[in-house]
């Protein structure tokens, strides 16, 4: 019994393992182990049960949060976007513009990837969209396989690092910073990694140029002006699209909340004017985008029911203790969190990361005085690059599922083209993590890469001002209890 | 037993209805949102009843949705262990999970919220911001959504129950991950 007593908030946790690897959603294993080791702490005479009367106000409070709106805003805005036809656009015309060089698909899947990241920033969509269009062009022309796998995944993955990806709203509504600083923060370690892509791709068509071939004189088909023309007009969009998102938020129309509307309304009107959008598309999008942001925020709801009672039988104070232990201070601390949310990101999605384990390990990072952008920018190169990894990577499941598997005829050249084989994904995938690597030890070792930008003093947005999840209270100190608009304070 | 699968056939019936409707929310909270955002820079007003609307709207589709998305199994699931476990282990541990653990936390939350609910009413509470909204109609998508959530879970732990005795097919082949859908693309390969 001692033992239990001694030992509750490590058991707590243990129990929660154990739930969620059982394969019990997420988000009710969360709740379960709240309710459960509330009651037993209650036995223990650890804490009053009662303090489970505060769910519904926990509750409430997530439901008033505006910065997590966000999330299905660009769910959506991504899923139409995807059905727009934006990103075949863009890549057939940057094909055209580059294709007489070597590598030259290399830099407009590049180039590509990283407008679409900049407009919506849903990894699922930008490998599909660009696996779909790039890559049967890319073997057609005999691309050395992993390269143009590699590519794409790597150049899919910048969605989750770029602004305004998710990941970046969501881990700034978890470490308490606000979106707008999150996303200047990690504006130019984001365009570090294109930078990098993009050289390893030039000295890789100076190397290895059979790796990465021109197209053939006749497959460029759009000559001088014409050529201009169509870059430019498949480049309109995606300009207009970043600054309805990006643009409006900088400028401080808009919040990034907002943004994200404003980019879902611009993703609309642009499916229309290209008569994409049927009635089909507009339902299937907002059902996929209702589970998404469902499922989301009841993990985030599970996990305040957590933290509820995790925080009541002191587990913070023993995460905190577990951390003094990692020798290196700092230093030592944020290369192993980099290292955890690395290998965790091969098993689970970034939401349950954000959810579960930064509520954990914020509170530390702030009692060490870390400058919280610049973790937090550390924490979405790391999910980038697991992302990834093999064999788990999810950015490599997604290229798996649209490309080919078996040898077909090709209906241009009408020559045998092979298969892709999973191999070549996996193979593919190991220069751009590399890349991933030296970004984010770059980013390690100069700090200023992220803060350069946040010096100036700090602006002060209402609209990002408000009652953050820090992985929950006491039931008396209710983070959300203070809200001016909630009658039903203490 | 039978009468038991209809009954979880109405659930599921009454839950599908409800994700095939309350989804529309979700284009409202987009315009709403977006037409906030321009209405302020371009016409200089602003209404913090519209403001609070884009998250009352939100608030409604992931509360209300939440049997529907528990129905179609989209509850995000860790699959690592799971996917080696064969397809009644899983069932007998969803099972479980369900009886012992979703369905009184779904009721207590549900009951909890109740009192809440009839004081914000009866003393007609509104939102502390000028011009706010009414608080009662937000509070009610507590009780409501979780009372959804909780007939649902009674209906999953039937078809478990079902399954396991042989019953229907694995109510778990499919759904279970956090994908974005893009499925009629992958057709076209």
Redesign the interface.
């Known amino acids: 019994m001692e033992f239990l007593t001694d030992n509750i908030a490590p058991i707590m946790f243990g129990s929660l393992i154990f739930?969620?690897?059982?394969?019990?959603?997420?988000?009710?294993?969360l709740?379960?182990n709240g309710?459960?080791f509330a009651l037993i702490g209650h036995e223990l005479g650890l804490l009053d049960w009662v303090l489970?009367?505060a769910?519904?106000?926990r509750?409430?409070g997530i439901?008033?949060?505006?910065t997590l709106?966000a999330i299905?805003?660009f769910?959506?805005m991504?899923?139409i976007l995807?059905r727009s036809g934006m990103a075949e656009d863009l890549l057939e015309s940057a094909g055209q513009l580059f294709g007489g060089v070597a590598g030259g698909l290399g830099y407009a899947v590049i180039l590509v990837g990283a407008l679409l990241a900049a407009t919506t920033g849903?990894v699922?969509?930008s490998v599909?969209?660009m696996g779909?269009i790039s890559l049967p062009v890319m073997m057609r022309y005999r691309y050395h396989y992993p390269t143009a796998a590699g590519l794409l995944t790597g150049a899919g993955s910048l969605a989750q690092i770029i602004p305004p990806s998710l990941v970046l709203i969501v881990l700034a509504d978890v470490l308490s910073v606000s979106v707008k600083d999150a996303y200047t923060g990690a504006l130019f370690p984001a365009l570090m990694v294109v930078g990098f892509l993009l050289l390893y791709m030039f000295v890789l068509s100076i190397l290895k140029p059979e790796m990465v071939p021109p197209l053939p004189e006749d497959a460029r088909t759009l000559k001088g002006s014409e050529l201009y023309i169509s870059v430019l007009t498949a480049m309109l969009p995606p300009i207009v699209l970043i600054f309805l998102v990006l643009g409006?938020i900088f400028i401080g129309?808009?919040?990034p909340?907002?943004?994200?509307?404003?980019g879902?309304?611009g993703a609309l009107l642009l499916a229309i004017a290209r008569r994409r959008l049927t009635w089909e598309v507009?339902?299937?999008a907002?059902?996929?985008?209702?589970?998404?942001?469902?499922?989301v925020?009841?993990?985030l709801v599970g996990s305040s029911?957590f933290a509820l009672s995790f925080r009541a039988v002191n587990g913070d104070i023993w995460i905190e203790h577990l951390f003094s232990f990692i020798p290196g201070g700092e230093l030592g601390f944020v290369l192993f969190v980099s290292l955890l949310v690395f290998v965790l990101g091969f098993?689970?999605?970034f939401?349950?990361i954000a959810f579960i384990l930064m509520p954990l390990i914020g509170p530390v990072a702030v009692s060490m005085d870390i400058n919280m952008i610049w973790f937090l920018v550390l924490v979405g190169l790391n999910m980038s690059m697991s992302f990834l990894t093999p064999p788990f990577g999810f950015a490599l499941f997604y290229l798996r599922?649209?490309a080919?598997k078996q040898d077909y005829q090709d209906e241009v050249t009408g020559g045998l083209v092979h298969g892709m084989k999973t191999q070549d994904i996996y193979k593919g995938a190991i220069p751009f993590i590399l890349i991933m690597l030296l970004s984010l030890s770059l980013v390690i070792i100069f700090p200023e890469i992220v803060t350069y930008n946040l010096d100036a003093p700090l602006d002060v947005d209402l609209d990002t001002i408000e009652i953050q999840l820090d992985g929950g209270g006491d039931g008396s100190d209710d983070p959300w209890g203070s809200e001016?608009?909630d009658?039903?304070a203490n | 037993m039978n009468a038991l699968l209809k009954f979880s056939d109405m659930i599921d019936g009454l839950n599908g209805l409800v994700g095939r409707y309350v989804k529309w929310l979700i284009l409202a909270a987009v315009l709403v949102s977006a037409g906030n955002a321009t209405s302020r820079y371009i016409l200089n007003i602003a209404s913090n009843a519209m403001l609070e609307l884009q998250w009352y709207l939100f608030a409604a589709v992931f509360t209300l949705a939440a049997g529907y998305v528990l129905k179609v199994n989209e509850h995000v699931r860790i699959d690592v262990m799971s996917q080696r476990m064969s397809p009644r282990t899983r069932n007998w541990i969803d099972f479980w999970g369900f009886l012992l653990f979703v369905l009184p936390v779904t009721l207590y939350i549900t009951l909890q919220s109740i009192p809440n609910l009839i004081e914000t009413y009866q003393n007609q509470e509104v939102s502390a911001n000028a011009g706010g909204l009414l608080r009662w109609p937000v509070r009610l998508m507590i009780p409501v959504g979780f009372g959804l959530l909780f007939i649902q879970a009674l209906s999953e732990l039937i078809k478990r129950w079902a399954y396991l005795k042989g019953l229907i097919e694995d109510p778990l082949a499919k759904g279970g991950h956090a994908t974005v859908d893009m499925d009629d693309q992958k057709e076209s390969v």
């Open positions: 739930f969620l690897l059982s394969g019990f959603p997420v988000a009710f294993s709740a379960a309710i459960l489970l009367q769910i519904p106000e509750i409430y439901m008033q949060n505006d709106l299905p805003f769910t959506f991504g899923i995807q849903v699922a969509a599909i969209s779909l409006t129309w808009a919040t909340t907002e943004g994200g509307a404003m879902a309304v507009v339902k299937g907002l059902d996929s985008t209702t589970k998404l942001s469902t499922f925020m009841f993990i029911i098993f689970i999605d939401f349950e599922s649209v080919p001016a608009s009658p039903w």
